[in-house]
């Protein structure tokens, strides 16, 4: 069994970096410890549905997601479309696990990508739960945290100080996604 990695945190260099293509897909000692890092962190914090490979140091883009099925790997994505339509939501992070950020995010977007074998992929037109979270992991590709994104100064909040007070901040947002696994 793979053991996990740790998780950098705001602030580290290595998740400015814009990463550069998957060539290879012999590594999978990468693509394992990208996995098992999703799955600790998932029983550790209660959330977590997805985590870019410079999440951890490696600067290459691949991202490990599990939307509850099991853990599958999108590798290489390019974004191919984006709706007009935008919604706004409090965006969290496994790198400011602590953070909530809020962000404007496209409603549904496109994506051609190669999984870890290199066999071509496209997902059109993504229901806007994913479409959030592959903009969140592929901004970290390009070196891109959800703090840039801020919508303003008032756009940044504590998560203890969110759950206190849900209901005012979620009515500050068009969209809310749930914390925890089910």
Known sequence: MTAPAEVLLLGDARLRVCSAEVERFDDANAFDTLAATLDAFRRTHGFGRAISAPQIGIAQ?????NLGRGTFFIVNPVITWRSAETFTMWD????????????????????????????AKTWKELDRAVAEL????????DGILAVDRALDRDSLVMKRVYDAERERFDAMVDYTIASTIV
Do not use: K, N, W
Request: charged fraction near 25%; hydrophobic fraction near 40%.
């Open 92 to 119: 969290d992070c496994m790198s400011f696990p602590d953070l909530l950020v809020r962000v404007a995010r496209h409603e549904s977007i496109s994506l051609d990508y190669v999984d870890e074998t290199g066999a």
């Open 134 to 141: 592959l903009q969140h992991e592929i901004d970290h590709l």
């Open 61 to 65: 883009r691949f991202i490990a997601t």
